[in-house]
């Protein structure tokens, strides 16, 4: 008996500068109904999903990222989402920008949070692979600023029970990154929900010269990476974008649902708002988890120790 | 300025049971010389290249696997391939069945060396991820018993200064674990060499049902783990496989050279016999190495800490 839940990707087209919460809720918000008429029981929302992806600039005082920072959650301009989600009985997980006050001082995160049926928060997590550069790039390479607004995530990476499943969330850069979702899938994920605002294209120096990245580098590594997860963790993998040209930049669209088996099973096809949706069967890497991914008879952890003993290459020969 | 090594994949096609050494190191001779004519500085031979891929068999008696094993290397079988590739001035990997005595008792390894342009042993890899079962498969899913006949590798992930970079080896199943990849790169691995031996059709139980995966599923697999490793660890991927019907069991091809962009730079169209080739620049990855996938800036070990501590999945939510 397939464990099914019905999950839709709902792909952001680009939000200006200017445009209001209240304005992008409601594009949400169209999005969550065409995701009913679906029969979705689970909506999955892009990173930053409520404004402009606001770290490509760079702001000579760093607390001009407050502006695009929600201090609570749900706040007034999101509580229609909420409202209208729980009428319908349908979750999601949705990106924003996170200011709190923690440890006696402020703090930003880019953050998600799985919201269930009943509208109810079930669970937090705050970005742990934060990319891009810290201060000004003289190269004008870099398009990413995240480390100079944000602090690495200090959740972890936490499962959630929720939709007859074990849930987990993940943020853009950290689908790069095997140990994503690896640290998750140790804990029995089952279903991993992953927004993103990525460019097209990327730059970078030879010598003194400024070239770019082959182009269909871009989308193919996004796939990639999350194919892999999906199939080397026996979990499914929805990955969401804002998309298209958002303040002079172009983001990558290609939103999916990769099933266990590493297939894209469903898959945006603008760079705009738009919805995929396809039936998500929990139990289809049960083969998987018990033979070739059988992580207590395969996993070799003793010969896994320099992951976590060392964070940089050393090289030693 | 590129740092260039030329590697030659050496696929191999199937070796029956009744093939003497001889013979198929005539076979690997023939493939060497053709590598010679393109140039090759390193040549990649598959798993278990010296015999037929005898794991497929439940003996009754283990100790008839030492049939299919070396006690020495190089031996007097092998010894016309050190010789020749010495004479010119060739380098190459070679994963064979290993027997030795170790600890005071008799030990199997499935094994790779690394013999340099001037025939001596670089380097030893003994296989970590052993697949299959142990014991015969009553529902007549399995067609890998490994486990019954090699020990679990010995020698961590070892890497390995040669060809003006730093080179690894991992074999056949190593290369569905992400932990394989990353436990060399952490140590500098620039290009990873890893042979196979898998049957192109994957059988599974559904309630008592055996029934065959999705035929694409296989090859798939084989290219996502492969350029994920690529990408994810900013290193050469040379994959090369013992193909076609060998013994009544149908092994995929795919041969290939993965540059660590995650692109498929050359591969095999045959499950025969074929040598493809490729220039392969180890610094290719630097500005990965240096962005993106800086790893003393970017890997966030903190959040690791599961990978190395737990081997099986332990849900508590």
Same mark, same amino acid.
């Given at each position: 008996m397939p464990r099914l839940v019905r999950v839709a990707a709902a792909q952001l087209g680009p939000i200006a500068r200017e445009e209001s919460r209240a304005a992008v809720v409601e594009r949400l918000l169209a999005m969550l109904h065409k995701a009913h008429s679906f029969g979705a029981q689970l909506v999955v929302y892009p990173e930053?999903? !409520?404004?402009?992806? &606001? *770290?490509r600039w760079v702001f000579d005082?760093?607390?001009?990222?407050d502006a695009f920072? @929600?201090?609570?959650? *749900? +706040?007034p301009d999101v509580q229609p989402l909420f409202d209208e989600a729980k009428r319908l009985g349908i979750g999601f997980y949705l990106g924003y920008g996170e200011l709190t006050q923690e440890e006696g001082r402020k703090k930003r995160f880019n953050t998600s949070i799985l919201v269930g049926a009943d509208g109810s928060i079930i669970g937090k997590y705050r970005k742990v692979h934060l990319p891009g550069r810290k201060d000004a790039d003289p190269t004008g390479c870099?398009? +990413? &600023? @995240?480390k100079r607004y944000y602090e690495v995530g200090n959740l972890g990476f936490p499962v959630f029970r929720a939709f007859d499943g074990v849930m987990g969330m993940a943020i853009c850069n950290d689908r790069r990154w095997p140990e994503t979702y690896r640290a998750m899938s140790l804990q029995g994920a089952e279903l991993i929900m992953l927004g993103y605002n990525t460019g097209t294209v990327k730059r970078t120096m030879v010598g003194n010269a400024q070239v770019q990245e082959p182009a269909h580098l871009s989308s193919f590594h996004n796939h990639l990476v999350m194919q892999a997860g999906a199939y080397q963790n026996c979990c499914w993998v929805v990955g969401v974008a804002k998309a298209g040209m958002e303040e002079g930049v172009e983001f990558m669209g290609g939103s999916c649902i990769i099933a266990p088996t590493g297939d894209i099973v469903a898959q945006a096809?603008?760079?705009?708002d738009e919805v995929i949706v396809a039936d998500c069967d929990?139990? !289809?890497s049960l083969h998987n988890r018990r033979t070739t991914f059988n992580f207590e008879v395969n996993r070799q952890i003793q010969t896994y120790g320099i992951i976590t003993a060392q964070r940089g290459v050393v090289v030693s020969v």
């Open positions: 930053m999903a !409520l404004t402009t992806f &606001f *770290p005082d760093v607390d001009d990222a920072c @929600e201090t609570s959650m *749900p +706040n870099a398009g +990413n &600023f @995240e096809v603008t760079t705009a929990l139990d !289809l």
